[in-house]
């Protein structure tokens, strides 16, 4: 008896915060609101894997708004120095990106249908401090999240990315309740409170209130990812390689998902 092979489909679901700033909690007690959006190579370059794998990529974001860059992400510090490194990933998600893909205008949340998202191979969020604005307390957010989360699609979030998972407890308990996840740590998140001067809410903290099982250290300043059934995450810029890569193995290597 022959069988019918069903392959896996070649889509990929990228969240991207749509925030421009988050609150930054002042000394004086007011809050200000810092600028902020994407970490650019947090998505360039998982995003240049994709494409170049053959994967079609659609972004997704709470309002459809254009998403922006977090402006310390496009700063050649970030780079090394690198000048041509930056100015290649940033070509790549500000050029081609915007104009062959709905980057300019991501799907809203809402409008993405359950029946819909069975045509996703798997999902990607990348960091910058916005998430802390827009993604963590999202309904509809939640909701796509448990449809990958349920079904054991590969799921990949990096640095302030994990923030989102938080979104499934909307609705319900938190779906990743024991899972190992590494995120943008509270040791690198007071740095950057000492270099803003104020104070900022601490992805790894939220995370393990919720229960999950945060992986920390060394290992993850260097770039180091964890891997915890169909979720692989990473705690800043240095794990985007690695990040992008297990993420299209762990796509190429599961069954075909259940709708």
């Known amino acids: 008896m022959n069988t019918i092979k069903t392959e896996t489909p070649k889509k990929i679901l990228i969240v991207v915060s749509d925030a421009h700033s988050f609150p930054l909690k002042k000394p ?3 809050t200000k609101e810092q600028p902020s959006g994407y970490f650019l190579m947090e998505l360039a370059k998982p995003l240049t894997k994709f494409l170049d794998a053959g994967y079609d990529v659609t972004f997704a974001s709470p309002t459809g708004a254009e998403p922006k860059p977090d402006p310390l992400s496009e700063s050649l510090l970030s780079y090394a120095g690198n000048y041509y490194e930056r100015q290649r990933q ?3 998600v500000e050029g081609k990106m915007k104009t062959e893909k709905n980057f300019k205008h991501p799907t809203q949340f809402a409008d993405i249908r359950d029946t819909s998202l069975k045509d996703y191979a798997g999902i990607f969020i990348p960091g910058g401090h916005a998430p802390l604005s827009d993604l963590g307390d999202n309904k509809d957010l939640g909701r796509i999240l ?5 079904r054991h699609k590969p799921t990949a979030v990096i640095c302030h990315g994990p923030y989102a998972l938080l979104s ?3 609705d319900g308990e938190f779906a990743y309740k024991g899972y190992r996840i590494t995120s943008w740590s509270d040791a690198e998140e007071k740095m950057m409170e000492t270099l803003l001067w104020g104070e900022i809410e601490k992805v790894e903290s939220a995370l393990r ?3 999950a099982d945060m992986v920390e250290g060394a290992g993850e300043k ?4 964890t891997v915890d059934r169909e979720v692989v995450s990473g705690g800043n810029p240095f794990a985007a390689d690695a990040l992008g890569d297990k993420f299209l ?3 190429k290597g599961d069954a075909a998902p259940k709708g």
């Open 28 to 30: 004086d007690g007011s």
């Open 209 to 211: 209130e919720q229960g």
């Open 90 to 92: 940033h070509d790549l």
């Open 249 to 251: 193995q762990m796509i």
């Open 146 to 150: 448990r449809h990958f989360h349920d």
């Open 222 to 225: 260097m770039g180091q990812i």
């Open 168 to 170: 499934t407890k909307v």
